[in-house]
């Protein structure tokens, strides 16, 4: 069954440092999402892209975030300049069709700014 | 305001008894989708259903049953005699129309299921 992929699983970074957290969305996906879950509290939307373009995006992401899909697989979240709140668990999602349709997601990365 | 609500923090219950996962919603959308995930310890979200506003059918998924009542803006989670594995926390999601394809989760509520 396909399913969606991210790496790293988790992440260790020095505040003010840069990421980049990977993800490879379903293959015949057309919508892909970020969400963060801090730690205990619930799941949050961050930013949904499709076609090359950010369709739309949370409050929270900000211009610290970027989002690319560099090739054909890969769908990739930057965060520029990392503080110690961004710590938290990254999820990936993608779905066939826009809004209402199922999203699956990834396990995960676990990011930990020290 | 909080536009999933997961009233329940915290359930236990023993193995084999049935226990219900409450989620009450707040949309001004006529159309829209509701979503329960499970999240088990090792942290990945598990798709368990989605529902459409015009679908108020009952569902039942072996163990699992879902009842939405759009008079009470509630889409409530049954597990029938529950077991250790059923132990995770337990999402419900909103997705509406006029605000694109994004999730809007509730709290969540963490199932401890005893032996």
């Known amino acids: 069954e396909p399913e969606v992929t991210q790496t790293p699983s988790h992440q260790v970074t020095q505040m003010g440092q840069e990421v980049i957290l990977r993800c490879v969305p379903i293959?015949?996906?057309?919508?892909f999402y970020w969400y963060r879950q801090i730690l205990g509290q619930k799941v949050e939307f961050l930013v949904s892209f499709y076609n090359n373009e950010i369709s739309e995006k949370s409050e929270i992401f900000d211009d610290q975030f970027s989002v690319e899909r560099p090739d054909g697989s890969n769908f990739t979240l930057k965060i520029r300049s990392t503080k110690l709140e961004d710590s938290a668990m990254y999820f990936c999602?993608?779905?066939?069709?826009?809004?209402?349709?199922?999203?699956?997601f990834g396990p995960g990365t676990r990011l930990t700014v020290l | 305001a909080q536009k999933v609500t997961q009233a329940q923090t915290e359930i236990s219950v023993v193995e084999k008894e049935d226990v219900t996962l409450d989620c009450v919603y707040e949309?001004?959308?006529?159309?829209?989708?509701l979503f329960w995930y499970k999240q088990p310890p090792s942290g990945e979200l598990v798709f368990l259903i989605r529902r459409n506003s015009f679908d108020e059918q009952n569902e039942i998924s072996g163990r699992y049953s879902w009842n939405f009542q759009k008079s009470t803006s509630s889409f409530n989670f049954t597990i029938t005699a529950s077991q250790v594995v059923d132990s995770a926390v337990y999402f419900c999601?909103?997705?509406?129309?006029?605000?694109?394809?994004?999730?809007?989760f509730g709290q969540g509520t963490t199932l401890q299921v005893k032996p």
């Open positions: 949309t001004r959308d006529t159309t829209y989708y």
């Open positions: 293959s015949n996906h057309l919508y």
């Open positions: 999602a993608s779905s066939g069709g826009w809004w209402g349709d199922t999203q699956y």
């Open positions: 999601a909103l997705s509406e129309a006029s605000e694109g394809g994004k999730l809007i």
